[in-house]
């Protein structure tokens, strides 16, 4: 393969890197060296985070040209890396030696043949099932791909967290990619499906990494629960809230039919009460939900879909069932009490009807409080929409690219 370009390099291997002094000398070598081979005109571009162990000399003496990243984070450093590549094509990888950097070749050939935009390499295959934390491979990197998958429109994603891909730097700049940490590999997919890029995957393998791991299990992971949230809010929030309003409604209706409640072999459960956490919970989750997807600009598509959410109508009948639902709880709540004071007995059922009447009160706040936030929330939304010249044009961008970084700061 042949691909060059003018005076210029045709292809930039970006390596962010912290503390990779035992590795990242031999990654710079290991990638100069497959594209002299393959005849490609490149460069390796490292990325110094912060190392404070002289990786940056380390790559800078292996023929690498080193900038540098203050802010913290895989993300940052990858963001920076792609400003300073001057390859057409960029190839992203980590400085640890996970990554086979002697098949750069088979990497880029899909962007460099018109077939691609962005060419996902796949880690795993039966040959490297060991050079990953289990934890990682069969629970973290399958449950983030999959949600990431679902974020991106549904479409099969086999590796939603590999670091090692290739694509054409004037197209992933304009994603406006803005998150700082390991969940940037996750936002690249999500927006470079929405944006229509053609995507394949092929697989690339995975190599035991030299020296300790940058990764944080449960920080990372809740960065990208965070991030999935401010992409497809629907997916988190609202699909499991509908599915635990509905378990809710279930278990009512099972304590309306037994209201003794059940034995569960030496234990008695009476369900009224989880129930109410159910519908309480799961409607807050659907509301939260349909208004921040709604209302987020990161996803046109999502708020078309739940736009009749900032409609008025929708708002005043959230208000008037909410408070009808209120009204109902509190009459409810009144004759019980009123029968007990009169010493008129109510029953078996008499606990699970003021059980129902808490629920019938704690969904009417929610459903009326909802219905004024969503009011404040459209009406700021109608503020702060763009003003039209006459010329059609925008006088604003139609898209907050700072909207996820202000959810990486909950």
């Known amino acids: 393969?042949?691909?060059?370009?003018?005076?210029?390099?045709?292809?930039?291997?970006?390596?962010?890197?912290?503390?990779?002094?035992?590795?990242?000398?031999?990654?710079?070598?290991?990638?100069?060296?497959?594209?002299?081979?393959?005849?490609?005109?490149?460069?390796?571009?490292?990325?110094?985070?912060?190392?404070?162990?002289?990786?940056?000399?380390?790559?800078?003496?292996?023929?690498?040209?080193?900038?540098?990243?203050?802010?913290?984070?895989?993300?940052?450093?990858?963001?920076?890396?792609?400003?300073?590549?001057?390859?057409?094509?960029?190839?992203?990888?980590?400085?640890?030696?996970?990554?086979?950097?002697?098949?750069?070749?088979?990497?880029?050939?899909?962007?460099?043949?018109?077939?691609?935009?962005?060419?996902?390499?796949?880690?795993?295959?039966?040959?490297?099932?060991?050079?990953?934390?289990?934890?990682?491979?069969?629970?973290?990197?399958?449950?983030?791909?999959?949600?990431?998958?679902?974020?991106?429109?549904?479409?099969?994603?086999?590796?939603?967290?590999?670091?090692?891909?290739?694509?054409?730097?004037d197209v992933i700049l304009g994603l406006d990619l803005v998150t700082n940490g390991m969940e940037f590999n996750s936002e690249m997919v999500v927006k470079s499906r929405r944006a229509g890029l053609r995507m394949v995957e092929i697989p690339m393998g995975y190599r035991e990494r030299v020296g300790d791991s940058k990764l944080s299990t449960f920080s990372d992971g809740w960065r990208h629960l965070r991030l999935i949230t401010s992409l497809a809010p629907d997916l988190l929030l609202v699909w499991p809230g509908l599915l635990l309003v509905a378990l809710g409604v279930v278990l009512t209706g099972a304590t309306l039919v037994r209201p003794s409640g059940f034995d569960l072999g030496a234990l008695h459960w009476q369900p009224v009460f989880f129930s109410t956490i159910c519908l309480v919970a799961g409607l807050q989750a659907v509301l939260a939900g349909l208004c921040l997807a709604a209302s987020t600009p990161v996803s046109p598509k999502v708020s078309v879909r739940y736009g009749f959410v900032l409609?008025?109508?929708?708002?005043?009948?959230?208000?008037?069932?909410?408070?009808?639902?209120?009204?109902?709880?509190?009459?409810?709540?009144?004759?019980?009490?009123?029968?007990?004071?009169?010493?008129?007995?109510?029953?078996?059922?008499?606990?699970?009807?003021?059980?129902?009447?808490?629920?019938?009160?704690?969904?009417g706040i929610t459903f009326a409080a909802f219905g004024l936030i969503a009011r404040l929330t459209s009406t700021a939304t109608s503020r702060s929409r763009p003003a039209f010249l006459a010329d059609g044009t925008s006088s604003h961008r139609s898209a907050d690219p700072t909207l996820i970084q202000s959810v990486e700061a909950v």
């Open 1 to 169: 393969m042949t691909v060059e370009r003018g005076g210029r390099p045709a292809v930039s291997v970006v390596l962010p890197c912290f503390n990779e002094a035992g590795c990242v000398a031999d990654c710079v070598t290991e990638a100069l060296t497959a594209m002299r081979l393959a005849d490609i005109d490149g460069e390796v571009v490292v990325v110094d985070n912060n190392s404070t162990d002289g990786s940056a000399d380390l790559a800078r003496s292996a023929g690498a040209r080193v900038v540098h990243e203050e802010v913290p984070g895989y993300g940052s450093a990858l963001r920076t890396g792609f400003l300073a590549a001057d390859g057409e094509i960029i190839v992203m990888a980590d400085a640890d030696m996970t990554y086979d950097l002697s098949r750069i070749a088979e990497l880029i050939d899909p962007v460099v043949r018109g077939e691609a935009d962005l060419v996902n390499g796949l880690r795993f295959d039966g040959a490297n099932r060991h050079t990953m934390p289990l934890l990682h491979r069969w629970v973290g990197t399958p449950v983030l791909t999959m949600l990431t998958a679902r974020a991106s429109g549904g479409r099969t994603l086999r590796d939603g967290q590999s670091g090692f891909r290739a694509f054409r730097r």
């Open 311 to 363: 409609a008025p109508r929708f708002q005043r009948a959230s208000v008037t069932v909410g408070l009808s639902s209120l009204a109902a709880g509190l009459a409810v709540d009144g004759v019980l009490l009123l029968r007990w004071a009169g010493d008129d007995p109510v029953g078996e059922r008499g606990p699970v009807l003021a059980a129902m009447a808490q629920s019938l009160i704690l969904v």
